[in-house]
């Protein structure tokens, strides 16, 4: 078991702050990255994933992948590719990769993807995103871990103005 290094636990209080967050984590992220977004239904992950492709540059818009599993976006002026993966519908690693992702050169961002890592990579990032239960406001508690070698000697990561 990769041991995690806690990076960050933040309170998001609204849609705006959850993609202004995406937007502060696509500075923290460069080709190779792989990251996880676990939480329910409506906790924000693809709002997210649009604030992380649009700072990273992404060309277009970004939709949820769910019919088609996964999406590869383009990078402004880059040879990286940001792919957005929807896990949801996968049973195994093994289907992940079967996917045929360029891991090594593109920056990849899986929704729905606890438990997916087992030899796709050594290093990931994972994003845990909690919704109010009660159902009376929008916040959203979000915890940020590192697995691996890129992320245990990495600083806990600023999100100014995310949160």
Known sequence: MTASKALAELTIADANQMHKFGLALALALKPGDLVLLTGPLGAGK??????????????????S???????????EGSPV????????????????????????????????GLGFTDGISESWLEVEI??????????????????????????????????
């Open 65 to 75: 992948p769910t019919f088609v599993i996964a999406r590869t976006h383009k990078l």
């Open 46 to 63: 693809t709002t997210l994933t649009r604030g992380v492709g649009e700072g990273l540059g992404v060309i277009g818009s970004v939709s």
């Open 81 to 112: 590719a940001f792919v957005h993966v929807d896990a949801y519908r996968l049973s195994t690693p093994a289907e992940l990769d079967d996917l045929d992702i360029d891991f090594a050169n593109s920056i990849v961002l899986v929704e729905w």
């Open 130 to 163: 909690a919704r109010d239960h009660t159902g009376e406001s929008d916040e959203r508690a979000v915890k940020v871990s590192g697995f691996g070698p890129r992320w245990q000697a990495a600083s806990p990561i600023e999100f100014g103005g995310a949160a």
